[in-house]
C-alpha cells in the first residue's frame, strides 16, 4: 500500500504526544488523512500528525468514502439501473476515488503470503516487488466479484447504508494492528504511521461500530449487531494470522486487513438483511 501522499515527518514513537486538541486541528487531521487516503488534493501543506494520533478521523474518512460509493450505487439504482451495473459503478468509484489504495496492498499480501513454506523475508521481499502475481491477481477478481455480488442485490437506500457502514468500519479496525504489533519495516508506510496508545485505538473501533449499529439498524437488529462482530473479528483474526507470517505488519497488509473487513461486512449484509 503505497501512496504519493506518504508523511515524510512523524517518528515511529508518537503516543499521541502531539495529538490534535482543538475542533480546527481535528478538522486540519481530517482532510490530511483525506488526502491520504484518497486522490482528492485538500490544500493541508505538509501533514502535521502521523496517523496514530489522529486514528478517532478514521471512521468519518471511511464514511465519507463510502458515502461517495453509495450515492453512485443509489443514483443508477434509484433510476430503474441493474443491480450489478449498480454495484460495478460503485466499487469502482470507491476505487477510484482512493487510487486503489488497499486493493494494492490486498494483492501484495496475497503474493507474499500465498505461497506455502517460505521465510519471512523471503515473503516481505515477493510484497515489495510491484509486479502482480497469480495469488494477488486472484485475491483482487474474488474481492471486487464478492462486492459486486453483494452489492447489486440491495435496493438503492439499503446499499446507499451499507456502504458508508462498510466503508466507515473497515478503515476503523485498520487501528487494531497498529496496537498490536510493530512494523516489520523501519523504513516503510506502515513504520510512518506511529504507535498509538490504547484509549485511542478503542475509541476508534468504537466510533466504527457504532456508527456502522447505528445505519443498520433500521435494516434490523440482528444484521446491525452481526455485522459489526464479525467485521471485528475477521480483522483481529487477520492481523494475528499475518503477524506470525510477517513478525509484525506492513503498509500493504494494513490494505489487505482493510479490505477483509469491507467484503466480510458485505456479505454478512447480504446474508442476513430482510431474513
Not at 469502482?92 to 476515488?97: P, R
Amino acid at each position: 500500500m503505497t501512496s504519493p501522499n506518504e508523511p515524510s515527518s512523524p517518528s515511529f514513537e508518537s503516543g499521541g504526544a502531539n495529538r490534535p486538541t482543538s475542533f480546527d486541528e481535528w478538522l486540519q487531521a481530517f482532510k490530511e488523512q483525506m488526502t491520504f487516503f484518497t486522490g482528492l488534493k485538500l490544500d493541508v501543506g505538509l501533514p502535521r500528525w502521523p496517523l496514530a494520533d489522529v486514528l478517532p478521523v478514521l471512521p468519518f474518512v471511511g464514511a465519507a468514502i463510502g458515502l461517495a460509493s453509495g450515492l453512485v450505487f443509489a443514483i443508477v439504482r434509484g433510476i430503474a439501473g441493474p443491480g450489478w451495473l449498480a454495484a460495478v459503478l460503485a466499487v469502482g468509484a470507491a476505487v477510484i476515488l482512493t487510487r486503489a489504495l488497499h486493493e494494492d496492498g490486498l494483492a501484495d499480501t496475497a503474493d507474499g503470503l500465498g505461497p506455502h513454506a517460505l521465510e519471512p523475508a523471503r515473503r516481505l521481499e515477493i510484497m515489495r516487488d510491484s509486479r502482480n502475481g497469480t495469488f494477488g491477481v486472484l485475491a483482487l477478481a474474488l474481492g471486487v466479484l464478492i462486492k459486486v455480488a453483494c452489492l447489486a442485490q440491495f435496493g438503492a437506500a439499503t446499499g446507499l447504508v451499507v456502504l458508508i457502514s462498510a466503508h466507515a468500519l473497515s478503515r476503523s479496525v485498520l487501528a487494531y494492528p497498529l496496537l498490536a504489533f510493530s512494523p516489520v519495516h523501519d523504513n516503510g508506510l506502515g513504520s510512518k504511521a506511529g504507535k498509538p496508545t490504547d484509549n485511542d485505538v478503542w475509541l476508534t473501533i468504537a466510533i466504527g461500530a457504532g456508527l456502522a449499529f447505528l445505519l443498520m439498524l433500521g435494516k434490523g437488529l440482528f444484521v446491525a449487531i452481526l455485522a459489526p462482530l464479525a467485521v471485528m473479528a475477521s480483522a483481529w483474526f487477520a492481523t494475528h494470522w499475518i503477524a506470525k507470517r510477517l513478525g509484525g505488519y506492513t503498509g500493504d497488509t494494513l490494505g489487505a486487513v482493510q479490505q477483509k473487513a469491507e467484503i466480510v461486512f458485505l456479505v454478512v449484509a447480504a446474508l442476513f438483511i430482510g431474513r
